[in-house]
């Protein structure tokens, strides 16, 4: 993940940590470092055809049924294990807007919480559950551009 960041001229800074598997887990390690740090939400639609990677403020509430409505898809629900392995090449625990770097065929839509947008730094695990890396928010979406999966920013 460094390598592309590295590529793209992100800087960014490492944590490195015991693996957490939930934001609750992740929050003793949090303490000191600087940033917004997100939860990171691997949705599907009712029929399983459209995926969603949803990122949000770590403590902000996600209501899946009124997130449907405002983004224009029917009944949500969180998407397998092996969806997720399919989608983003991630584990459950892992769940990364890091892993659009393995959805070439881009067909997971990410939906960002307008909130972050007052964030200076965002943090995310980079693609495991060992570390946190935190960037700048504008580089953050610079790296979404380069991904180049459709992207919605929406009040969660």
């Given at each position: ?17 015991p ?34 990677l ?29 969806r ?73």
């Amino acid at each position: 993940m460094s390598s592309v960041l590295e590529q793209l001229g992100i800087v960014f800074e490492r944590f490195d940590h015991p693996p957490v598997f939930t934001v609750d887990e992740a929050l003793v390690h949090w303490a000191g470092i600087q940033g917004t740090h997100c939860k990171n939400l691997f949705l599907r639609n009712n029929k399983g055809a459209r995926h969603y990677l949803v990122v949000v403020e770590h403590s902000k509430p996600v209501d899946l049924k009124r997130l449907a409505t405002v983004i224009g898809d029917d009944r949500l629900s969180f998407a397998s294990p092996e969806r997720l392995l399919k989608h983003l090449g991630l584990m459950p625990g892992s769940v990364s807007p890091f892993g659009l770097i393995n959805n070439t065929a881009h067909d997971v839509t990410v939906v960002l919480d307008a909130g972050l947008a007052a964030s200076e730094r965002v943090a995310f695990h980079p693609n495991t559950n060992t570390a946190t890396f935190t960037l700048l928010f504008a580089d953050f979406e610079r790296f979404l551009t380069w991904c180049g999966n459709p992207v919605k920013t929406v009040h969660i």
